[in-house]
């Protein structure tokens, strides 16, 4: 999926827990720079990040440097992957680097927090979920963000503090595509870019204000990790949503 000048989401098709669907992570790159990968996927994903890239042309080797939205699973789950047949460096927001390098077990992992789907899937699934769970992964950050730096490759990019679905979430605004990588701040459904998932957001507070604080940014396109791209009435709808959930 194309969303700016040499800036692609890839199309990756995730299945957890007995629920299926697409998400996004992204891929930027330069003739000089390499290239930049942001987030990657769950556990087992990397075949499908590579035959994505080279689909546009690139090869897995000149990946240089992963940036990392939050530390959920199905956006750091093929992070070491992705590190160790690349050397690239990695990227996370201090707040979530503790969970991201296995320091602290990942906020949304408690085995408790899944009990009840566990049970409708098949014995070998359950198991294979649970073992998971169990020894989750985890990847050695190299790049501390601490929020509001910008990044000196493509132009230029942003590090837009966006906490509430996790502590460290950040989003990645790309100066010149203005272009805003969500993550999961936001969501699109049915085409319609909309906040982010009650159910999977700890601090609904914090990330309300996060909305908010994406205002100062003239955005033209999002990418949001589940649901693709926005660029019809971006800021308009930026505003709507900062004011429905004030």
């Known amino acids: ?15 957890f827990l007995g629920g299926s669907g697409t998400i996004h992570p992204v891929v930027l790159w330069d003739g000089t720079e390499g290239i930049t990968l942001v987030d990657a996927g769950l556990p087992g ?8 890239l080279k689909t546009l042309g690139l090869d897995l080797r000149d990946v240089r440097r992963l940036l990392l939205t939050h530390q959920d699973i199905d956006h750091i789950g ?30 949304k992992m408690d085995s408790g927090r899944w009990e009840s789907r566990l049970q409708q899937l098949p014995e070998a699934q359950k198991r294979a979920v649970r073992e998971m769970l169990a020894s989750p992964p985890r990847v050695q950050v190299q790049n501390v963000l601490s929020g509001g730096e ?10 837009i503090p ?27 459904e049915e085409g319609s870019l909309i906040g982010p998932s009650p159910m999977n957001t700890p601090d609904m507070r ?4 996060s909305l908010k604080s994406l205002l100062a940014y003239p955005i033209e396109s999002v990418l949001c990790y589940h649901g693709g791209l926005v660029s019809r009435e971006v800021g308009a709808r930026l505003k709507e949503l900062a004011r ?3």
């Open 206 to 209: 914090s990330a309300v204000a």
């Open 162 to 188: 966006t906490p509430g679905h996790t502590p460290g979430h950040v989003s990645y605004y790309v100066k010149k595509q203005k272009l805003l990588l969500a993550g999961d701040a936001l969501r699109v």
């Open 1 to 15: 999926m194309k969303i700016g000048d040499k800036a692609e989401a890839l199309e990756v098709t995730m299945s």
């Open 78 to 107: 093929s992070a070491d992957a992705v590190a160790k047949a690349t050397g690239a460096t990695v990227y996370a927001h201090r707040a979530d680097v503790p969970y991201i390098q296995g320091e602290k077990m990942l906020l």
């Open 150 to 159: 910008e990044l000196h490759f493509h132009g230029g990019i942003v590090v």
């Open 45 to 52: 994903q990397l075949p499908q990040i590579e035959e994505g």
């Open 244 to 246: 429905i959930n004030a």
